[in-house]
């Protein structure tokens, strides 16, 4: 095992301990670059956003005389998007650099960046196909093991239908992998698909697109530098995505931009803050109404932004006016007169930005947080301004473009959604016979005795897939219970309910795993057989788009070929359809070179699909030139200045309307009227019609610059451009392929075409020429009318702390969705709190990654942070007589148990406990390491701690509770 090669760590009782890690003596330049893996064969050079550079003389020599060719690729951790620098000898990746041209990092390397060389040359890789065979794993051929894989699913298939095979996803796909993932679940005939998104940002993609029209980050991370104030909800970008942090450190340090940072834990972002609030975990809309509380007193909102673009904000008024400070203090813990000096500081620095990440967003009434930001925002005119804006924040590499390629249980790429409309649309785009189409899919009689086509129904999402397995079958509102899951780069052990996890695979027919790196599904299971694990490549190890968190589309290098007898995740699909005897239909667009699908072509066909969202401005040829040309776009607005892409945003940011012929430039704010549509600016999206209630939804007195239409109109059709004259600009060609969509020469048919489903973009083309966005000019609305909560509410978490808080504030009635009976009131109604006194809430470190497997298996990393840990206050360490580093049973509510090292410290309040959720190759106590396949096992193995979280899910979404629930600690 690796030894630390310091004594120095964080572990003392006071805040200050926070940085003590970094801040133990005797540490020279050497040994930092060599503990951050910033070595030869590491990074070259590390830099702030100001260009400052810490490098080393003779690397560099070395590198100009050995480097034959340089690769510019992508990191594949976070969702920053850093560029990395590709030194090849002959082939070989010897050396690794930094981008200094990227708009994005700037030269900057987070740990797990500067060590993704180790990660694609990593020893402890998948090498080639295994199998378990009586309780060992034995290697096996690509043919024979998709042979035997696709006969089992078959199989299955025949007998309990194809929505028994679960397809799960990958936030680590390219964009191409993605939509193909998601079109091969299409043609297999289940919605059964989904991917990391949905237990990390799924409620914010509810929340925000149901409050102004899409449920992505509005603006980026560069433009934080033009925010006059910072407000951070359960975010550490400081150990999630390190080089954002840059970005924010740049505004506090250039504009005096006062940072706040809310959160149960003192985390190392909060050792920037100007102002830490520490609040209860699950309390955040009782938090924000607070805030909002001394706004709406002191008349501190935006009056004329709300008369023209937000509706529905009297009756978040009505709520707010309950949450006075004795309230709030009694329900969060925050103090409120520090609430009322945020609430003045967001007052007199605006425009402000507001963050929020994970801590916010996992949580049974995630989506209400979420609302809850977005509302904040709106009330003080915050959102559509360069400086302001909901700064989502996302954890996986493209977890966004996975996302808007729609490999979701609910939608089609591109939010489509399941209706008959998405699917005709989608047929469209692949030139697929519907009706065929229809008939890969089950039916089943629904409770009103009718046939159900479950094309059109939700599939069981990746958090509730364990209860496709062990839900009674008369429960599930499908044809039968999940027998085959194919867990394709994803970690299980970052999902909760680990322990019924490990039963419901036992259960199975068949698991597949498919990845670089076994995971914890290769051990957590305890079969004798039917397994398959199935090399896949790393990204670096292949070429293709990406998309970061502010939406920007960048284009990967491939770096290596393929080690050993890994294949890139496209070819192992293609491989998998023609064994399933789908592949010349699913690919009649796409070139297929051997077995390997030209990924290209299906960059230009998602290009002439995602009509909804604008990625269709987006080609091949524009990412590959925005990737060569990085360094001339602006650091700060992303727009090129001068040069083969001047005007345009850095990546092309969603929505870049029309096709890549129409030139758009793409959009780096969201909402922004200040900038005509043509050049990126646009209103809300009208999505929620134009009156509720007799009021007007959409803008009043708003509008983009250059708007031939001087107030609020819906979303384009032919019959509006028609009605207004605008139908004439509409050429021959475009005019053809609308009525190809309508199916009819009748006018009224053709009237009914949308600017969504119109393949030949010729509404939007038209829309934009006349100045307006495509997608119409609405008001935000704070009132979501089709959620639980139309007005968001505080609920008290299901494992509560607090009975009386409980009855004052209840969680809603159980209820099924989503396929799956889903327990809210029945599990809240029991009091826990005697026997399991502790919150427990979970979260990032800065050495690894997600599930860990990958970044455990890297030695770099690993040296970094050996050990899984609890972090104690020090009050509650005494009161149980544990001393700081011993080992400590911590048990959960519901049966399970993790055995880890207390961490004492200060950092977290007192009655709350922090575990990272990153480790894995333990079980109860149990060590693992012998159950995996020889010579894969990662350096670092640790108890997983969803080990002991509980049950707890969205009321929209399904999100996964992580954030609050409660355990006892003893000592071991």
């Not at 150990?239 to 706040?260: F, G, M, R």
């Not at 990393?861 to 911590?890: C, H, P, S």
Request: hydrophobic letters at 35%; proline letters at 5%.
């Amino acid at each position: 095992m690796l030894r630390k090669k310091t004594n120095g760590v964080a572990r003392g009782p006071r805040l200050s301990s926070a940085g003590a890690e970094l801040g133990t003596a005797a540490i020279d330049r050497r040994t930092f670059l060599k503990r951050s893996g910033l070595t030869l064969g590491g990074a070259a050079a590390v830099s702030t956003l100001s260009g400052g550079m810490v490098q080393r003389a003779e690397a560099q020599t070395a590198a100009a005389a050995g480097a034959l060719e340089t690769k510019k690729t992508v990191c594949t951790h976070c969702a920053v998007g850093c560029t990395v620098i590709a030194e090849l000898d002959h082939g070989v990746w010897t050396r690794q650099g930094v981008g200094i041209d990227s708009p994005f990092s700037v030269g900057g390397h987070c740990a797990k960046g500067a060590a993704v060389r180790e990660h694609a040359h990593g020893d402890r890789r998948l090498k080639h196909p295994m199998k378990l065979v009586g309780g060992k794993w034995q290697r096996v051929s690509w043919e024979d093991a998709i042979n035997e894989i696709g006969d089992k699913m078959l199989e299955v298939r025949d007998n309990a239908g194809p929505d028994s095979v679960y397809w799960l996803g990958s936030a680590k796909h390219s964009n191409e992998q993605a939509y193909l993932m998601r079109k091969f679940a299409a043609y297999w005939g289940t919605n059964n698909v989904d991917h990391q998104a949905r237990i990390c940002h799924s409620t914010t993609v509810a929340g925000v697109a149901n409050t102004w029209g899409y449920g992505a980050m509005t603006n980026c991370f560069n433009d934080i530098h033009n925010s006059r104030a910072i407000i951070l909800f359960g975010s550490n970008p400081a150990e999630a995505h390190p080089v954002s942090l840059l970005h924010l450190l740049k505004a506090k340090e250039e504009n005096n931009a006062p940072l706040i940072v809310c959160d149960p834990r003192f985390t190392r972002t909060a050792a920037h803050a100007d102002e830490f609030v520490r609040f209860r975990p699950g309390t955040d809309v009782a938090l924000v109404w607070g805030i909002l509380w001394h706004i709406f007193k002191n008349g501190w909102e935006d009056k004329d932004y709300i008369r023209r673009r937000v509706w529905g904000m009297d009756q978040i008024k009505q709520e707010v006016s309950k949450w006075t400070p004795d309230e709030v203090e009694r329900v969060t813990g925050a103090p409120g007169s520090q609430l009322e000096r945020v609430a003045q500081t967001l007052a007199n620095n605006r425009p402000a930005t507001l963050v929020w990440c994970m801590g916010g967003t996992q949580h049974t009434n995630g989506s209400s947080n979420t609302r809850a930001y977005s509302i904040l925002q709106l009330a003080l005119g915050n959102i559509g301004k360069e400086g302001g804006g909901a700064n989502i924040f996302r954890g996986h590499d493209n977890v966004q473009g996975a996302t808007d390629l729609g490999v979701l249980a609910d939608t089609l790429p591109g939010y489509y959604g399941l209706s008959a409309g998405a699917w005709a649309h989608w047929s469209r785009v692949w030139e697929e016979d519907l009706d065929w189409m229809k008939g890969r899919f089950a039916t089943m009689k629904g409770k009103n005795g009718k046939n159900k086509a479950m094309m059109n129904q939700t599939g069981i999402p990746v958090s509730r897939w364990i209860d496709g397995v062990l839900e009674a079958k008369e429960n599930l509102e499908q044809p039968d219970n999940t027998k085959v899951m194919v867990f394709w780069g994803h970690a299980p052990n970052s999902q909760t309910r680990l322990p019924e996890m490990r039963k419901a695979m036992s259960m199975l027919d068949m698991l597949v795993v498919v990845d670089p790196y076994p995971t914890m599904s290769a051990v957590l299971q305890d079969r004798q057989d039917g397994v398959y694990l199935l090399p896949a490549t790393t990204q670096f190890e292949t070429y293709g788009s990406v998309t970061a968190s502010n939406r920007s589309i960048q284009w990967r290098e491939k770096v290596i070929e393929p080690l050993f007898e890994s294949k890139v995740d496209h070819e192992i699909m293609y491989l998998l359809a023609k064994k399933l005897g789908f592949a010349d239909r699913m690919f009649r667009n796409i070139k297929v070179e051997g077995d390997i699908p030209l990924v290209e072509d299906v960059t230009r066909e998602w290009n002439r699909g995602m009509w909804t969202i604008g990625m269709t401005g987006q080609s091949p040829e524009r990412l590959k030139s925005h990737m060569k040309y990085q360094h001339t776009f602006d650091k700060t607005s992303l727009r090129a200045v001068g040069g083969p892409h001047d005007g345009e945003f850095y990546g092309l940011p969603w929505p870049c309307w029309g096709t890549p012929e129409l030139g758009h430039p793409g959009s780096a704010v969201l909402y922004n009227t200040e900038i005509p549509v043509a050049k990126g600016g646009m209103g809300f999206r009208a999505r929620f019609g134009v009156e509720r209630n007799g009021e007007n939804l959409l803008a009043e007195d708003s509008y983009p610059v250059g708007s031939e239409i001087k107030d609020g109109y819906p979303e384009f059709t032919v019959g509006m451009l028609r009605g207004l004259g605008w139908d004439k600009d509409l050429t021959a060609e475009e005019m053809a392929a609308i009525k190809k969509v309508a199916g009819s020469e009748d006018q009224a048919a053709i009237d009914k075409v949308n600017w969504k489903v119109d393949l030949s973009g010729g509404i939007q083309r038209v829309a934009i020429k006349h100045g307006c966005a495509p997608y119409g000019n609405a008001k935000a609305r704070a009132v979501v009318w089709t959620f639980p909560d139309p007005v968001p509410l505080h609920r008290e978490p299901l494992y509560a702390p607090n009975r009386e808080l409980v009855a004052d504030y209840p969680t809603i009635a159980d209820k099924t969705f989503w396929r799956l009976p889903t327990a809210f009131e029945s599990i809240q109604k029991n009091d826990y709190s005697k026997d399991f006194p502790l919150i427990m809430t979970s979260g990032r470190l800065v050495e690894y990654e997600g599930g860990g497997d990958e970044t455990r298996s890297n030695p770099w990393l690993a040296e970094l942070q050996q050990e899984m840990f609890v972090e104690i206050n020090t009050y509650d360490a005494n009161n149980l007589g544990i001393r700081d580093k011993e080992q400590v049973w911590l048990y959960s509510p519901s049966g399970g148990k993790i055995k880890v090292a207390a961490m004492v410290t200060e950092r977290v309040g007192r009655g709350v406990v922090f575990t990272p959720f990153h480790f894995g190759g333990q079980f109860e106590g149990t060590d693992l390491r012998d159950k995996y396949p020889e010579g894969s096992d990662p350096i670092v193995l640790g108890e997983a701690c969803n080990t002991a979280q509980t049950y707890g899910y969205d009321m929209v979404t399904q999100m996964q509770e992580t954030k609050t629930t409660l355990c006892r600690i003893e000592r071991a």
